[in-house]
């Protein structure tokens, strides 16, 4: 509790949740996104450790948990130790279920909600529909990206692939170029956030779609459902 908060980093991979940064925005503590892999990850916590701040938590969606720095990479077992003894605290000290601790942190923190999907795809139509998103008004300059998905607003568009991001004064990624990977995320002036990518080990299409509502669930959940549809009729074309 007495700690210099904005010494402490925690971590997660661009494709994850972005409530870790929700939660740095108000509390001050240093939040990094990275590609995804728990290498990138660990090696970063690493690298943070280094530049004199204490690591305290990472994740990557559907794959798992990396806790201090015992380890610098996922620990199923370290993890659940350790919720075990969250759990016991929540219920001695504040009298609290596990449930009833995260609808608090909800109500400050936001209602985030996620779809993580995929479809089965060859590799040339994958690419040819991401090679529709960087030309989106027919011409070959790959820095040509949809201003919105269907009412959605869009305000920033990172593509690791090409080594693009308009957010950056200079128009490049942060994030290390991956020429031989596909991967653009979208950030919407809603909130909501959208990453399109190829799997790497097999014939799909992998894509995230992560709304918030700052006081309500539902509206998050309906909001999601509306822009995952977007998402594959409009720029997937897909069903």
Known sequence: PSADKSKLCMIASTVSSK???????????????TLTGFKWMGNTAVDMIGRG???????????GFLIGDTSFDKDGIRCAAIFNEMAIHLYKNENKTCF?????LRAKYGFFEMTASYRRMDDASLKQKMRRLRNWDGGHSNESYPPSMAEYRIKRVRDVTTGYDSFEADKKSKLPKQAT???????FENGATATIRNSGTEPKLKFYVETKDD????????LLQ????????????MP
């Open 100 to 104: 009833e601790k995260l609808n608090e």
């Open 53 to 63: 701040y204490t690591f305290l938590f990472a994740y990557e969606v559907e794959i």
């Open 181 to 187: 990977q596909e991967m653009i995320t979208f950030w």
């Open 215 to 222: 006081k309500d669930a539902q509206k998050a959940k309906l």
């Open 19 to 33: 409530y870790l940064q929700s939660m740095a925005e108000k509390e001050g503590f240093e939040f990094v996104d």
């Open 226 to 237: 509306s822009m995952t549809d977007a998402l594959l009729k409009e720029f997937m074309q």
